[in-house]
């Protein structure tokens, strides 16, 4: 017997006519709204499905069977999410410093040097960790995994085999470390990593770690105490209202890695030399101490990207009377295998300039 649901147009099979369903009154009865408004009950076995009515119906019905496809596989990417993170062992004796890690687990505990390995990710902290994983390659990077990770647990990143281990070796973890409640606020994650290849099969590079109960090749990727903000920033963030007030504001803001705060992609950074971004007070600065502000801070940036092996930094100098600007392109003459370019106008319009760190004309 076929089951009609609300909305099925049905034709009567024994006399003319026909309506749409209205609901079912059990089993046997279903409640039909004819033609001229009125509402009757029908026996089901009195009824057929309007021929016009059943391609629609078919279509609902793939409709309906796709939405529990969708449904399902949802429900096993979300399981097999779970199934990569765990809690960490916080409270056993002896735990590492907190902090954040990249932990290499073989799978089989007896022998070290064999099977595969899980490339996990450790948040040994009490905030919330908002990642994104890179592996190196000759031309850049490429992205293994983003995601977040609770405090207090693990991540696995990737399941590998040893094969596969020169290509996992090195490396950048960037993250965004989120607490509830914050006297003193965390720095972003900014950590690449490099693993001699080697290591990975000496049995020895293989110790216990408390927090994941294994034996693993750890790396510290950074101590939590080390991404909380110095002294100097504190103070910016109680000047901005972020923080309770205290301590006298210091002039010049210092950054102990100056171009990785203004990296905006691989390779990449913009860097504004307004004198407002480079100190916080400008009272009692001639315009030659703002310059060498300026200068000084360029130079520490370009330094900075040259090192790191930056493909490219935008200096943003300003209209002004074009003081500034001469002076970049002067110190620029100083710097060998860079060339420049006037920035793109879209983004900065007249007022800054590319410099190139691998000259690829």
């Not at 609300?6 to 004819?34: Q, T």
């Not at 309770?244 to 390779?267: S, Y």
């Not at 110190?331 to 370019?341: D, I, Q, V």
């Not at 006037?342 to 190139?356: E, P």
Request: some cysteine; overall charge negative.
């Amino acid at each position: 017997m076929e089951k009609y649901k609300a909305g099925d147009k049905v034709k009567f099979l024994n006399e003319k006519g026909g309506g749409v369903v209205v609901r079912n009154i059990d089993s046997r009865l279903v409640l039909v709204a004819i033609d001229d408004g009125f509402e009757i009950p029908v026996m089901v076995s009195d009824l057929v499905l309007d021929p016009a009515a059943v391609p629609e119906r078919k279509k609902q019905a793939m409709e309906v069977a796709q939405r529990e496809v969708l449904r399902q596989e949802q429900e096993k990417e979300e399981e097999a999410d779970a199934a990569r993170k765990r809690s960490l062992r916080r409270f056993a004796r002896n735990p590492e410093p907190e902090g954040i890690y990249l932990a290499f687990v073989p799978h089989d505990q007896q022998w070290l040097l064999t099977g595969p390995i899980d490339v996990t990710l450790v948040n040994h902290s009490n905030t919330e960790l908002l990642y994104s994983f890179g592996i190196k390659l000759e031309d850049g990077l490429e992205n293994a995994d983003f995601g977040q990770v609770s405090a207090y647990s693990s991540v696995v990143i990737e399941t590998i085999s040893r094969e596969d281990l020169n290509s996992w070796s090195s490396g950048l973890v960037q993250a965004l470390l989120v607490e509830e409640h914050a006297n003193q606020p965390l720095m972003p994650l900014h950590a690449p990593y490099e693993i001699k290849a080697n290591r990975f099969f000496k049995e020895g590079s293989y110790t216990s770690s408390v927090v994941l109960g294994e034996k693993a090749l750890v790396v510290n990727l950074q101590l939590i105490q080390a991404l909380r903000t110095d002294d100097q920033k504190t103070r910016q963030f109680k000047k901005d209202g972020l923080l309770p007030e205290g301590g006298k504001a210091n002039v010049v803001v210092k950054e102990k890695q100056i171009i990785d705060k203004h990296r905006t992609t691989a390779g990449e950074a913009v860097v504004d030399l307004h004198i407002a971004e480079l100190v916080e007070n400008i009272a009692g600065l001639s315009s030659r101490d703002m310059l060498n502000n300026q200068l000084d801070y360029f130079n520490k940036c370009l330094d900075s990207a040259m090192v790191n092996e930056y493909d490219k930094v935008t200096f943003i100098h300003g209209v002004g009377n074009g003081v500034l600007k001469n002076a970049i392109v002067n110190a620029l003459s100083n710097y060998e295998g860079t060339s420049n370019r006037m920035a793109s106008m879209s983004k900065f319009g007249v007022g800054a300039i590319d410099v190139l760190l691998k000259d690829k004309a």
